[in-house]
Each structure stands twice: as C-alpha cells, then as structure tokens.
C-alpha cells in the first residue's frame, strides 16, 4: 500500500460482521476508490478468521485494494492477504516485519512521534495516528492531536493513517494537515444510507478538503 498525493480511504471492517456483510463490502469498495481494507476480528479463533480472510479476501483483492489482518502477521502470509498491522500491544515491530517479509506492515503509534519512528526505523510501511476524534469501535490510551500529524507529515516520508471516530464532517483538518489515509468504521459501515453511501461521502468530503 503506497500513498499518492491525494488522501485516500481505508476501510476497518465493524465489530460484528453481518451475514451478507461481503455483499456490503463489495457496495463500498465499488462506490470509489478505496485503498485498503483491514480485517479486524479481535480475540477470534484462528479458524474463524481463515473462513472469514477466504470469504472477504477476493471481494478485495479483485478491486485492487490491499487486503490488511489486524495483529496476525502470520496468518496474513499463511492466508494470501497482503500485509497486516499491529498495535503497540501486539507483537514487536521488527517481528512482525520478519514474519511478513516483502507484505505491508502497518504500526499503531497513538499519539506518539517517538513511536512512529521506532517503527519505521523497523521497518514499518505506514505508521497509524489516533484517536483523533471521539470513537465507539475501542478505547484509546490518549487522544492523538493533529499537531502529531501535522509533525510527522512534514519531516518524514513513510505514509501516515489517520484514524479515530472519522466522518466526512471533521475529516477535513486532518487531510489538509497531510493524512496519506483516512481509516473509517462507523462513518462507513454505519451511514444511513448504507457503506456505499458512506463511502461516497467520505470520498467527497477528502476531495472538498484537497480542493480547499
């Protein structure tokens, strides 16, 4: 996953996935362009998330989004996904970066530069800031603040997430403070007029913001 001059989307999948939940999938990433999409199946049996990356995986991959498993490197490369990411309670970085090899690895990294240049010095493809807004999906250790980005973006290169109870409606500082990738859930999976409309207004929105 690499990033372009324009903010892109990334979508997490919701807590709970629906039983038609690929058919929705589908919907999103066929309403604009998406950059990439993380499995995220907290505490689940190793076989449900091989059923699940098996049933997810080609609706992603055959749109050319990259397919991302959240904390399991190992059943990323097992499994055909294309990279995976951690969070700082998941496994070593540089671990994560040996078991992936070329795949791409992303690193959470809260609010902390520090932490984002740890992890890119071992080897991360793209470091992860947030919460940046208040958020229902977890509970994060601090709320990330855009002077973090606003750092980051400016004196490194390695491609920056941002992440935390995001919508289309506050979306705006933060792509214009140099956010590579805007990572969704509830503004998504969650708009009235279902993830395909969700998608669409973040699209506009992220475009509203490049423009202004």
């Known amino acids: 996953m690499t990033a ?22 589908a919907a999103a990433l066929d309403a604009g362009d998406v950059a990439a999409v993380q499995l995220r199946l907290k505490d689940a049996p190793d076989l449900e998330v091989q059923k699940t990356i098996e049933r ?48 791409t690895l992303g690193v959470t990294c809260h609010n902390s530069l520090h932490l984002a240049m740890e992890a890119g010095e071992a080897g991360a493809d793209y470091v992860a800031f947030g919460a940046f807004f208040p958020t229902a999906t977890k509970e994060p250790p601090e709320m990330a603040e855009i002077s973090t980005l606003k750092s980051w973006a400016e004196i490194m290169e390695i491609p920056c997430v941002a992440i935390g109870g995001i919508t289309a409606g506050n979306c705006a500082p933060l792509v214009q403070t140099g956010a590579e990738f805007l990572a969704v859930v509830g503004a998504v999976w969650n708009h009235p007029g279902g993830p395909a409309e969700g998608v669409r207004a973040m699209i506009k929105a992220i475009a509203a913001a490049t423009a202004g």
């Not at 001059?5 to 058919?23: E, K």
């Not at 997810?56 to 190992?74: E, G, H, I, K």
């Not at 990279?83 to 090899?101: E, P, T």
């Open 4 to 25: 372009t001059p324009d903010c892109r989307l990334y979508l997490i999948t919701p807590p709970v996935l629906p039983g038609n939940f690929a058919d929705l999938l």
């Open 56 to 103: 997810l995986r080609p609706v992603v991959q055959s749109r050319d989004a990259a397919f991302l498993l959240n904390d399991r490197p190992d059943l990323a490369v097992k499994h055909g996904c294309d990279g995976a990411h951690v969070g700082q309670s998941d496994m070593k970085v540089a671990q994560a970066r040996k078991i992936l090899g070329d795949l």
